[in-house]
């Protein structure tokens, strides 16, 4: 860091962020300008897009070394030839840590133009989103499909541009992680705007009116899941498989067409969208959803660490509680919370008032007592600091919200905004709604009488301001459709991104994500429901698993080289009560199961290392031994290779 500091006096007219330690280079040259300074110093050079990927793999922590962002170089220009050339540090689109009105999607919607596909959020950079091979869910349209030339300044800062179908490396660099040299501007061929139209339906797993034969072959009216990926034009499943909950929610949409236009949508030139969300309405509505849901992966990861916070130990209620959450969890609670984010749709329920709960029939169980739970910044004994720490990685890796229970006075000093306008009542709004609760509680009740102690009833939520940025508390229109479906209809960089919404500090998520031949989808599948089964909780997890597809091409280094391929991407709520080993044995046991089926994992999401590393990966890329040798001739000093990808890639150290 020292010497990073000294470093910005070497180019006093390059934009220098000393708390960061990261340049912010406007220019091409000034691009060159630092790699050729790297190169002459032996440093490790890496650029953060929005620092979305595993936080490891993004910037470089070595001595010395020089992180750079793009995101003061961001400019988009139309060409006279109907492409559009962007520089790197561009954001894709909306929520970006950019003004939508910078964002490449904005720009092309301008000019009446699109990108073909994009995943499942938009806050990427350009160059982030591309060199990690990243994609959205489609069999139909990819994004890498519109790209037509790339221009990248290579370890020695000399600056190469390709074209697709006319220089091979083009197909070597478009995919390589960072490691053949920093993207300068990438170009677009891109599609005609377009809207898209869609619904999202909660299936059961054992409705079999489900249109789709999620784990069969399919037959002449129900499609099996390959042929349900291949023919829809975008689409993303989210299995819930935990005991009690065993659903599958599917999201699909298609490019409007002249018939898909009436009474509601409008017509294309009076159209009226109707945007996805993502969020129930919980709770009559009063909070947003994102908050309850950060709030139950909080505790449910962190209950056992807040007690011991929270209740003193000489106390028989933590044993009392601790003994009620273990007999419940994995029977009623996670069950619970999952039917309220994703209720099962069963045709002909509509939303209705909510049924008012009996009267609390355990009076001496609780006190009127109001406390404030806060869903608070991680300002612990070691919060990252510097390049590190930066973009959604770091976020994630400073490990979401802490909480804190506060009594109200104590609260309103912490500077956070209250978000519930009256407390939730943990009677009415939770437990009584609860199946089999009561007789847990009983048995709680006259323990606590014994002992004279009462529970309070009543908690306000409390959030830090920024994090309630966009936040919705469900909307009206989405409570009037039946229990489970929603349809919408959209702008194509609306609600494409169906996770657009998510909040990085609320949802901390880290992924796995197995890219797995399509033509494999029926035995996939059938697998991953018998894991399930005989693991039980420590297979599922309390979290949900995300099944989607990507059109094959021809990029190398690309996890859909040369085939369509089925994702199954892995959630892992990234709470600060697990460790990082908690995680990786989650992961590992995914890793061994779907070995088998040859898979190629995301490069931005946790990869499997040992005899699922490099070694493994060289033998499902056939290009990868002509890509690490184009890669030494563009990186011969190694500037961009750091720990993580040298292992990632059994990149041999350079002789001295
Ligand atoms: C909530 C969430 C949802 C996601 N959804 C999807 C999805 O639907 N589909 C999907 O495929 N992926 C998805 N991802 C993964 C995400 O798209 C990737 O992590 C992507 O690489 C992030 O882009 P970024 O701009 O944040 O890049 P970063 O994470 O900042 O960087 C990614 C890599 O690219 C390198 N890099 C960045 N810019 C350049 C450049 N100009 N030249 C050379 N190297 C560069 C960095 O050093 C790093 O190695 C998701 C991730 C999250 C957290």
Redesign the pocket.
């Known amino acids: 860091m020292t010497e990073a500091r000294d470093l910005s006096s070497q180019f006093p007219s390059i934009q220098y962020d000393s708390l960061t330690c990261i340049f912010h280079p406007q220019s091409e040259a000034e691009i060159v300008q630092l790699v050729q300074y790297a190169s002459a110093h032996d440093l490790q050079f890496?650029?953060?897009?929005?620092?979305?990927?595993?936080v490891k793999?993004?910037?470089s922590t070595a001595q010395g070394a020089i992180n750079i962002s793009?995101d003061q170089y961001r400019a988009v220009t139309f060409n006279d030839d109907g492409t559009v050339t962007v520089q790197?540090?561009c954001?894709l689109g909306r929520n970006a840590p950019a003004p939508w009105e910078n964002t490449l999607f904005y720009q092309l919607e301008q000019k009446g133009l699109a990108a073909p596909d994009?995943?499942?959020?938009t806050?990427?950079?350009?160059?982030?989103?591309t060199?990690?091979?990243?994609?959205?869910?489609s069999v139909q349209y990819a994004y890498t499909d519109s790209i037509v030339a790339i221009s990248?300044v290579d370890g020695q800062g000399t600056v190469h541009a390709y074209r697709q179908g006319k220089d091979p490396e083009f197909e070597a660099v478009l995919v390589?992680?960072?490691l053949m040299?920093?993207?300068?501007t990438l170009t677009f061929k891109p599609s005609e705007r377009f809207n898209i139209i869609g619904d999202e339906t909660c299936y059961a797993l054992d409705d079999v009116d489900c249109p789709i034969d999620f784990f069969g072959p399919g037959t002449t009216d129900k499609p099996s899941l390959e042929q349900f990926l291949r023919q829809t034009e975008y689409t993303r499943l989210l299995w819930w498989p935990q005991k009690g909950a065993e659903r599958m929610v599917v999201w699909k949409a298609q490019r409007m067409k002249s018939e898909d236009y009436d009474g509601l949508t409008g017509t294309p030139e009076s159209f009226k969208p109707k945007p996805y969300t993502e969020f129930p309405v919980i709770l009559g509505s009063q909070i947003p959803a994102q908050v309850a849901a950060s709030l139950f992966y909080q505790l449910s990861a962190g209950w056992r660490t807040l007690f011991e916070e929270w209740i003193p130990a000489e106390t028989p209620l933590r044993d009392l509680l601790e003994a009620l959450i273990e007999a419940t969890y994995e029977t009623q609670i996670l069950p619970f919370v999952i039917n309220l984010f994703a209720p099962v749709f069963k045709r002909d329920v509509v939303t209705s008032e909510p049924v008012p709960p009996p009267p609390c029939p355990f009076g001496s169980l609780f006190s009127d007592e109001v406390r404030v739970i806060e869903l608070g910044r991680n300002t612990g004994s070691n919060p990252m600091q510097g390049a590190a720490a930066q973009?959604?990685?770091g976020r994630?890796a400073a490990g979401g919200p802490v909480l804190r229970l506060l009594d109200l006075e104590a609260a309103s000093q912490t500077g956070s905004t209250r978000v519930t306008s009256t407390p939730i009542d943990l009677w009415n709004d939770v437990l009584a709604r609860m199946p089999g609760m009561n007789e847990q509680l009983s048995k709680l009740e006259s323990a606590l009488s014994e002992r004279g102690l009462k529970l309070p009833r009543y908690y306000h939520l409390h959030a830090p301001s920024e994090a309630l940025q966009g936040l919705q508390a469900g909307s009206e229109a989405a409570s009037q459709e039946p229990v489970g479906t929603q349809r919408f209809w959209d702008n194509w960089y609306g609600s494409l991104?169906m996770?657009n919404d998510?909040s990085?500090f609320l949802m901390p998520?880290e992924?796995t994500?197995l890219w797995i031949p399509l033509e494999k989808t029926q035995e996939l599948m059938n697998d991953l429901r018998d894991f399930y089964e005989k693991g039980g909780f420590k297979a599922t997890g309390s979290y949900s698993c995300e099944i989607?597809a990507?059109k094959a091409n021809d990029l190398w280094l690309s996890p859909a080289y040369k085939q369509d391929v089925i994702r199954v991407d892995v959630f892992w709520f990234h709470d600060i009560y697990r460790s990082e080993d908690e995680l990786e044995a989650f992961y590992q046991q995914y890793w061994e199961l779907l070995r088998k089926y040859d898979f190629r994992p995301?490069?931005?999401?946790y990869m499997p290392e040992g005899d699922m590393g490099a070694g493994y990966l060289a033998q499902r890329y056939p290009m990868w031994k002509q890509f690490l040798e184009l890669r030494a001739q563009m990186d011969p000093k190694q500037l961009f290779v750091t720990d993580y990808w040298r292992n990632a890639l059994g990149i041999p150290q350079v002789n001295p």
């Open positions: 890496r650029v953060i897009g929005s620092g979305h990927s595993v793999s993004i910037l793009l790197a540090g954001f994009m995943g499942g959020i806050h990427q950079a350009v160059g982030g989103f060199t990690m091979g990243c994609s959205g869910g990248l390589s992680m960072g040299g920093i993207f300068s973009g959604s990685a994630r991104p996770d998510v990085d998520t992924f994500e989607y990507a995301h490069w931005a999401k």
